[in-house]
């Protein structure tokens, strides 16, 4: 069969991974496919040193690549929206199929490129966006495609989950390990996007369309940092036989769906909870397969690679299937993606880890207990640490499953009384169960 | 689009799930593949309590199934191997696409089959004959796809893993724990396809074949299963960081290929050693992704039928693509598998686990050592157990990645010591890193 004739833009790190990836498989991937894939035109705005370009046409203006006629397939990896868009829209409006690994565009702007690309036959493969190496996209638009998925929570964001890691192991706190992270190259020097979950909320946003057929809706994603979080509180939940991760959630409920990233307790027995320094994982749960967990590397040169030339693999065999019967971007049929609503966070219902400082005096107890029930809030455990002769302690309470928004309430009266002392923390659990 | 029409021989358990997905998932299907699938004629030799089949065309005779020129797609989930193979073939004959869970027929008459199928320009379909509803198969064919795979392992039978992990959980025996798994269902009353690795086996030649671009081989396999773990050995393991788990692995080495299924040591930091219960798992090493994990149910009705029902939905897909496009059988152009030798077991390079029973005399752990040595076997830990004054020692030992011949043959040197009192326990250990 005739060779695939790919044309792609960017020099970076993934890129980098791919021309690696089909350079060093190239005689394996041919007996897999039956033909080969031949990277022929390259679109870069300098040289990079080491990288060896020998044999491909090289332009220095992106554009033209998009433009190429003589490439089948377009492979997007400059990161960023507005030139990567306008790129992949001239791509899709000349024929051309479409490999992106950024999550950034298809959360933001997924919506309408689909929809261009179904007008034009053509398809826009994304593996690479979510989870690096990880077929997690494949794997719930696929191989789990006989289920109604009711909810998935991952660990997205390898940086979150190297610093929570290291801060609990070692007894660091967040600047300290921020600053290694940084050193090591997992983490950028503006690590914003990292640790307050913007890169999480692309991909869990991207992961809720497919699990559950729903347009992407990046912005009503709820967002919660992990800046904030103190090794006191990875303390005292270790005490209660949980461990905090930096989780993206999406849920399917009776009143809409749940899509939030926050610091999360789950329990040490979890295979999510012993996911530790970058790497990533997705427990994905399904009416008829139950819990299923994938595990992997979620960023790199070479595993990412390994996505974008999966996704080329699928693109080569995809050419002569019509439309109708191609898997459908967002997992469901087009016209029959299911505009739910999603739910604010205060609807929330889960167990709350609370942590009050509070005066050590009598009744204290008894009063935010007596508050926490009448508003419907019952505890699974309490933990008070002694202090200091006269100066606060530290009240540590695990709810049973309830609504955010009680909790939130009973802790505004509670908070009102003169024996808080300090800041209150609220961290919400996931048990990672068949029901909530 | 025109419904895909179903038959299906077999009204067991995964025939009843796959009746239950279907049907409860309906709605959600057709807008996932944008026509309904409709399983249109069943072969039963008897009717079941509880299965509504009203408005399916019921069969006595299974072969009216395959024979039948009104269906798409023929699915046989009766299970054993001659019967089904000869449904299967005329199906094949007929023009029919299969979708079956049948691991032993796969890995026995696999390549057979699959030649019949691709001269007859349709597809065998079988996701839910490895590990229930994780889509492992998938994975490797075409997630995984850009990958040189060098290794796999896995939990790949349920009733094995639930055995050791009520054993080393609980401290009961085998026998005892045994008893209560073919209680509860988990086992069969002739518990040897489970417990002796045979089930295993035929899921692991499978999972090697599509990694490795190999033809079947069941005969290959070497197995070792799970009867004769001793209690005493769990807990020695655990002393020394590590967890006794009955894996499959497959490895890719320059001198050709290894296919085995036995009690595994592997360190309790792994997630795989963190598996429980009758949960799978399948770690797989690609040259570019690294190490990834699935996790899930690996049995069960509607798990199984959750990859049943995605086999469908792929099929449905893959009607109008042409041969040459279709993801090959073994994930390899079947003019292009590679035929490489399986490598004896003796051939194995691994740390090994090694329990000796020795008298407590002078002298002999220097003996014991020499001896090792000698045979170029060195030594990572050493735990000897203080015993009874006047009862023999248990020696435990961990030796360094090296060859099992030369294991073997130190150990037949030291095993004619006269101070060698019992007998003396082998287990293999596996590192699963990027290196052996």
Redesign the interface.
Same mark, same amino acid.
Do not use: C, W
């Given at each position: 069969?005739k060779p695939i004739s790919v044309g792609l833009v960017g020099l970076g790190t993934v890129a980098q991974?791919t021309l690696n %990836?089909l350079a060093?498989?190239r005689e394996?991937?041919a007996?897999?496919?039956?033909r080969e894939i031949q990277i022929t035109h390259i679109g870069a705005r300098s040289d990079r040193d080491g990288v060896d370009l020998s044999g491909i046409r090289v332009s220095r203006e992106l554009m033209d690549v998009a433009e190429d006629p003589e490439i089948d397939v377009f492979v997007e990896l400059i990161g960023g929206c507005d030139f990567a868009r306008e790129l992949i829209e001239v791509a899709i409006d000349s024929g051309k199929h479409v490999v992106t690994a950024n999550k950034a565009l298809v959360a933001e702007y997924g919506n309408d490129l689909f929809e261009k690309a179904q007008q034009k036959g053509v398809t826009i493969a994304f593996?690479a966006s979510v989870a690096g /190496?990880?077929?997690v996209i494949?794997?719930l638009r696929?191989?789990?495609?006989?289920?109604?998925i009711s909810w998935l929570a991952g660990i997205i964001n390898g940086t979150g989950n190297f610093i929570l890691t290291e801060m609990r192991d070692k007894g660091r706190d967040f600047a300290d390990v921020l600053k290694e992270a940084q050193v090591l190259g997992y983490a950028e020097a503006d690590p914003t996007f990292d640790v307050e979950g913007i890169d999480a909320a692309h991909k869990l946003c991207i992961l809720a369309s497919i699990a559950f057929?729903i347009p992407l809706n990046f912005d009503a994603v709820y967002r919660q940092g992990i800046s904030t979080i103190d090794l006191m509180d990875l303390d005292y939940a270790e005490e209660l036989g949980y461990r905090i991760k930096h989780l993206g959630i999406a849920r399917r409920t009776a009143e809409g769906v749940e899509m939030r990233v926050h610091p999360t307790l789950i329990s040490e027995t979890q295979?999510l909870a012993?996911?530790n320094g970058v790497m990533n994982a997705i427990q994905i749960h399904?009416?008829? %397969?139950?819990?299923?967990?994938?595990?992997?590397?979620g960023a /790199?040169s070479?595993?990412t690679?390994?996505?974008?030339?999966?996704d080329?693999?699928?693109v080569?065999?995809?050419?002569?299937?019509?439309l109708?019967?191609? %898997?459908?971007h967002l997992?469901?049929?087009p016209t029959?993606l299911?505009d739910v609503s999603i739910l604010p966070i205060i609807e929330t219902l889960c167990p709350f880890y609370v942590r009050l400082s509070v005066r050590d005096e009598v009744g204290v107890l008894a009063l935010i207990t007596r508050t926490l029930a009448d508003h419907g809030v019952s505890l699974e455990s309490v933990i008070q640490k002694d202090g200091v002769e006269g100066e606060p302690v530290a009240l540590i309470l695990l709810t049973h499953t309830v609504r955010e928004r009680d909790v939130l309430s009973a802790l505004a009266k509670i908070e009102q009384q003169i024996f808080v002392v300090g800041k209150t923390v609220v961290l919400r659990c996931e048990m990672l169960g068949d029901t909530v």
């Open positions: 069969m991974g %990836v060093n498989n394996e991937l007996r897999r496919i039956g593996e /190496g990880i077929p494949k794997t696929e191989g789990l495609a006989a289920n109604q057929g295979l012993n996911v399904g009416d008829a %397969v139950g819990s299923t967990l994938l595990y992997g590397p /790199g070479l595993p690679a390994s996505a974008v030339v999966a080329l693999i699928d080569a065999r995809a050419l002569t299937v019509d109708t019967n191609r %898997v459908p997992a469901f049929q029959h299911d």
